[in-house]
């Protein structure tokens, strides 16, 4: 498939988020083997339809509200690298898997200038980087460790005013202002889409984010590379849409009994 069509999807890609809620709890190493290669085949498919090559695109498995005892079977799975949403719950988890030596760890989840620490402390990697305060805090911290981070700067790319992430028309501006924190390795952008069963609108957020990417690497000459979009019920039109970084938990593994509404709030609840 031509450069020109890279983009253009064949067929209407359904979202699974009809399963959300539904997805089996994995209880075992074999359980977690059989979930990753049923995800890592629906990434190879998807990008396979839009002519891409599934190598280009990275599965970040979410262990938010995953236990110890499920962490080391998934590292035993094979993950060497997960997320989490609270800095908080992350440094538990890393303390208490500290053997582990060669794991890493990405924070997705709305960082507060509190909990800094916590991220310069434990992760290799934060995709919601949506304040300059924050950005101010986490590198003066790094600054005195002698280290950088990798972060990718969250853009509302569904308009939903319930939703964190920087508005499309701010992040030139912001990305601008992001020079003067050199410990700070700018990689890309990150957005949730709508949740929602209409592919359409989930689909328009994806393609929002790429055009804006696309748009500042000319504009501002950011070296962005990275686009971290999709989750489990909708990472696959995510990809035919350009994600070089898909957030994969309950397709992994299985549904989480905590109501969405403690990491994602809903449209009619306010931010927190």
Same mark, same amino acid.
């Given at each position: 498939m031509n450069k020109e069509n890279r983009y253009q999807p064949t067929s209407m890609t359904p979202t699974q988020h009809h399963r959300h809620g539904l997805w089996p709890r994995a209880e075992t190493v074999e359980d977690l083997q059989r979930n990753l290669a049923?995800?890592? /085949?629906? %990434?190879?498919?998807?990008?396979?339809?839009?002519?891409?090559?599934?190598?280009? +695109?990275? #599965?970040?498995? +979410?262990? *938010?509200?995953?236990? /110890?005892?499920? %962490?080391?079977?998934?590292?035993?799975?094979?993950?060497?690298? #997960?997320?989490?949403?609270?800095?908080?719950?992350?440094? $538990? *988890?890393?303390?208490? @898997?500290?053997? #582990?030596?060669? @794991?890493?760890?990405?924070?997705?989840?709305? @960082? !507060?200038?509190?909990?800094?620490?916590?991220?310069? $402390?434990?992760?290799? /990697?934060?995709?919601?980087?949506?304040? #300059?305060?924050?950005?101010? +805090?986490?590198?003066?911290?790094?600054?005195?460790?002698?280290?950088?981070?990798? +972060?990718?700067? !969250?853009?509302?790319?569904?308009? /939903?005013p319930s939703k964190y992430g920087l508005h499309p028309e701010e992040v030139a501006t912001f990305l601008r202002k992001m020079r003067a924190f050199s410990s700070l390795r700018l990689r890309g952008l990150m957005t949730l889409a709508v949740f929602s069963t209409d592919s359409e609108r989930v689909r328009q957020c994806f393609i929002l984010l790429r055009t804006l990417r696309d748009t500042l690497r000319q504009e501002v000459d950011a070296g962005l590379t990275e686009l971290s979009m999709g989750m489990s019920g909708d990472f696959e039109i995510a990809i035919e849409e350009g994600a070089t970084v898909v957030r994969v938990g309950q397709a992994i593994f299985g549904s989480r009994k905590t109501p969405d509404a403690r990491y994602w709030p809903s449209s009619d609840q306010p931010r927190r």
């Amino acid at each position: 498939m031509n450069k020109e069509n890279r983009y253009q999807p064949t067929s209407m890609t359904p979202t699974q988020h009809h399963r959300h809620g539904l997805w089996p709890r994995a209880e075992t190493v074999e359980d977690l083997q059989r979930n990753l290669a049923a995800v890592r /085949e629906r %990434i190879a498919a998807a990008a396979r339809r839009v002519g891409r090559d599934p190598n280009e +695109v990275r #599965l970040l498995p +979410v262990s *938010k509200e995953v236990d /110890e005892a499920r %962490i080391r079977m998934a590292y035993e799975a094979g993950c060497r690298f #997960l997320a989490e949403n609270r800095p908080q719950e992350l440094a $538990r *988890k890393y303390e208490a @898997l500290r053997d #582990l030596t060669d @794991l890493k760890w990405s924070v997705i989840g709305h @960082l !507060q200038t509190n909990k800094a620490k916590l991220v310069v $402390r434990y992760a290799a /990697e934060f995709q919601a980087l949506d304040s #300059l305060r924050v950005a101010e +805090v986490l590198d003066r911290r790094l600054q005195a460790e002698g280290r950088a981070l990798d +972060v990718y700067v !969250q853009v509302n790319t569904s308009g /939903e005013p319930s939703k964190y992430g920087l508005h499309p028309e701010e992040v030139a501006t912001f990305l601008r202002k992001m020079r003067a924190f050199s410990s700070l390795r700018l990689r890309g952008l990150m957005t949730l889409a709508v949740f929602s069963t209409d592919s359409e609108r989930v689909r328009q957020c994806f393609i929002l984010l790429r055009t804006l990417r696309d748009t500042l690497r000319q504009e501002v000459d950011a070296g962005l590379t990275e686009l971290s979009m999709g989750m489990s019920g909708d990472f696959e039109i995510a990809i035919e849409e350009g994600a070089t970084v898909v957030r994969v938990g309950q397709a992994i593994f299985g549904s989480r009994k905590t109501p969405d509404a403690r990491y994602w709030p809903s449209s009619d609840q306010p931010r927190r």
